[in-house]
């Protein structure tokens, strides 16, 4: 089997902790150990967000003095050096020496005519006074938005992924049995200009990246996991009800009613369907502390054709 598993955000590092080498190093080691113990012989292609990362290297990028700020392109490649490496070590651990993992600084193609360049939603960096806004905005040509958590933050774009230019890459090194690592925070997204490929101040939302990465790879299985048990309906609300197995259709049908909201379990959903709908195959959504039993079935919610 090739399996396509995008870890969210609690692999790395979990609700209340601030973030140090050793928390971090505890999680991924976790991680690792628990995919480990589930899949042996199959092909292993793993994604991963970077939201954290990204936002503490940006920050520090605006505190360095005498520095000027790097781009979101730099962040990002700095971030799947940062996140690939820690994996790659802890998988090889995890595996005992019998399969070796390698981390690939993958760019995610994206169209400069898509929508999203005219209309920046995807918060990202350090949270700022108006004044200070407005100095970056004039300095670095950034674009600002008050978020609704007060003060002013960063916003770029988040454009629809085309293509993983690293897939075939990818393919190659997954059949040689080496786990691979690739698509971190969505992919490095970058466009074509009648120059050649330039990066874009972007952000491609992870979970749609690993879908579209999954659908190139022709995987099995797509699985994605997080940190609730899989994909509820009026989701934490009294009358909440969580979904075990359902099909395309019926998600689809929930999805359109505005169940699942944008920034956290929408995308989610959308990847998941996405995949199924042009794969046939199946996906899942559900809990990295329960792997084991989400691919057994017995927990997490599976989405079918
Ligand atoms: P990740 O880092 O794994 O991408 P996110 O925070 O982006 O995690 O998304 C997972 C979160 O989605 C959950 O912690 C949960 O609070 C939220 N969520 C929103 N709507 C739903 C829903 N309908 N079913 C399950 N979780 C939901
Ligand atoms: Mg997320």
Redesign the pocket.
């Given at each position: 089997m090739r399996i396509v598993i995008a870890?969210?955000?609690?692999a790395i590092l979990r609700k209340g902790e601030k973030g140090s080498p050793e928390e971090q190093w505890s999680n991924v080691r976790r991680t690792a150990s628990l995919i480990a113990k589930t899949f042996q012989q199959d092909e292993i292609i793993i994604t991963h967000?970077n939201?954290p990362q990204v936002g503490y290297l940006l920050e520090v990028m605006n505190m360095a003095k005498g520095y000027p700020s790097q781009s979101m392109d730099l962040a990002d490649a700095m971030t799947q050096g940062w996140l690939g490496f820690m994996l790659q070590m802890a998988l090889e651990e995890a595996f005992q020496g019998r399969r070796r993992a390698v981390a690939i600084i993958t760019r995610t193609l994206v169209d400069a005519n898509d929508p999203s360049f005219k209309n920046p939603t995807k918060f990202v960096g350090a949270y700022f006074s108006e004044a200070e806004a407005k100095r970056l905005s004039s300095e670095y040509g950034w674009t600002f938005k008050q978020d609704p958590r007060g003060g002013y933050r960063r916003v770029v774009p988040s454009p629809e992924p085309l293509d993983i230019l690293e897939s075939d890459l990818i393919e190659e090194l997954a059949r040689e049995g080496m786990v691979v690592i690739s698509a971190g925070g969505g992919g490095i997204p970058v466009m074509r200009t009648p120059e050649g490929l330039r990066p874009v101040e972007a952000v491609v939302d992870?979970?749609l990246a690993s879908s579209l990465l999954a659908v190139k790879l022709k995987a099995d299985l797509f699985i994605?996991?997080?940190?609730?048990r899989?994909?509820?309906?009026?989701?934490?609300k009294p009358n909440e009800r969580w979904l075990d197995e359902v099909s395309a259709d019926e998600l689809e049908e929930y999805y359109r009613k505005g169940?699942?909201?944008p920034?956290?379990?929408?995308?989610?959903v959308l990847a998941a369907l996405r995949f199924v709908r042009s794969t046939k195959k199946i996906a899942m959504i559900g809990s990295l502390d329960e792997l084991p039993e989400v691919v057994r079935g017995s927990s997490g919610t599976r989405i079918r054709p």
């Open positions: 870890l969210g955000g609690n967000g939201g992870k979970d994605i996991l997080t940190d609730v899989g994909v509820a309906i009026g989701f934490g169940e699942f909201p920034g956290s379990m929408g995308p989610k």
